[in-house]
């Protein structure tokens, strides 16, 4: 799952597209979005 970098939207074009762009606001910056990415570390 892709997210647009500038307005958050979902990206649902396939990544592997060369030259995709944001349906809403045709930005070109997109960044992973990962659902359960909590990491939890124990400083000791
Ligand atoms: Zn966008």
Same mark, same amino acid.
């Given at each position: 799952?892709?997210?647009? *970098? $500038?307005? !958050?939207?979902? $990206? =649902?074009? /396939?990544? /592997? =597209? $060369?030259? $995709?762009?944001?349906? !809403? ?5 997109? *960044?992973? /979005? ?11």
């Amino acid at each position: 799952m892709f997210r647009c *970098y $500038i307005c !958050n939207e979902k $990206i =649902t074009t /396939d990544m /592997d =597209t $060369i030259g $995709i762009q944001c349906e !809403n606001c045709g930005g070109r910056v997109f *960044y992973k /979005d990962r659902p359960n990415v909590k990491k939890e570390l124990k400083a000791r």
